[in-house]
């Protein structure tokens, strides 16, 4: 095996005499509040013998006009128009090793509540990685390679999504520099700090940014590179844009197999190596559904 956690990889966590009781997270992505966002397309598999859910789209519910009618003449049909979105899912999973010595002297900070709390957390930025890159799969393009994001790109990307007939709640999601990038802009129009309904200054630092302009803006790391790597490419999509489907696991009736609702955490003991394993695993996809109804936002990375 490789990448076990033994004593001399957390020497962080026990090294000297005095060991602190508290202890501090590494910095990463762990707010996965945009995923109950309502422009989410969540689909539901009716199926668990497939991989693959298939969302259909109607053109019904006034996709289509009334015409005009020729008195004696029978009304023509209206063509009925449809389409689909296939969403695939495949199993993730990551684990971690855990040797019987390190655990003893970590003193509780690698205990199974951790893990199980750092699987539910994987699961969530997993899924939001996923959508941020399909989210830069749209075809219309708001703002331009090398060039800081502003709030005119935004009410471009709002316009466009308008223009294509798109409707419903909004959701952005951006990368941290294009968002403080459009913190900048909003200084350079003379927002002030006390200006909260016509800014963005006083944004904290957690991924919700707020409601701008009707818009849910949200921010993640995961939002991809683009361009050969010059550029970061967000989103901003209205319910139809993005779908995502994830798989129930079937019940396994094993004390060791933690349901984290739709992913699961093992914990597996491997006695030959005088350790432990902890395996999230969690069956996901997502896919670009209504190519209008969102925008891929590109900005200097």
């Not at 997993?126 to 890159?133: E, G, H, P, R, Y």
């Not at 935004?154 to 959701?171: E, H």
Request: hydrophobic share 45%; net charge negative.
């Amino acid at each position: 095996m490789a990448n076990e956690i033994t004593p001399s990889g957390i020497a962080d966590i026990v090294a000297g005499e005095v060991m602190a009781a508290e202890f501090l997270m590494l910095l990463a992505d762990r707010d996965g509040s945009v995923l109950t966002h309502p422009a989410l397309f969540h689909a539901t598999a009716s199926s668990p013998s497939s991989t693959v859910v298939r969302v259909p789209h109607l053109g019904l519910d006034g996709y289509d006009l009334l015409a005009a009618t020729t008195p004696g003449s029978e009304v023509a049909n209206t063509a009925f128009t449809d389409d689909k979105t296939d969403v695939t899912m495949a199993m993730r999973a990551k684990r971690y090793t855990l040797d019987d010595l390190a655990r003893y002297i970590a003193d509780g900070k690698l205990d199974p509540v951790m893990f199980a709390r750092d699987a539910a957390v994987s699961v969530a930025q997993t899924l939001i990685s996923l959508l941020a890159n399909v989210g830069d799969d749209f075809t219309s393009t708001v703002g331009s390679t090398g060039v800081n994001l502003v709030w005119t790109d935004i009410i471009d990307a709002k316009t466009t999504i308008g223009i294509a007939k798109g409707g419903g709640p909004m959701l952005g999601v951006l990368h941290p520099q294009q968002w403080g990038d459009l913190e900048t802009d909003a200084f350079s129009a003379g927002v002030l700090p006390a200006q909260t309904m016509g800014g963005t200054i006083n944004a904290s630092l957690d991924s919700y940014k707020g409601s701008w302009l009707g818009i849910d803006l949200y921010t993640s790391s995961h939002v991809p590179l683009a361009n050969t790597s010059a550029d970061r490419a967000g989103f901003i999509t209205t319910l139809g844009g993005l779908a995502w489907a994830d798989s129930q696991m079937a019940p396994e009736n094993d004390p060791n197999i933690i349901d984290l609702g739709r992913a699961r955490l093992e914990r597996v003991r491997q006695g030959t190596y005088v350790a432990t394993s902890y395996v999230v695993s969690y069956a996901a996809g997502v896919a670009k559904a209504i190519d209008g109804a969102g925008v891929s936002v590109v900005s200097d990375a």
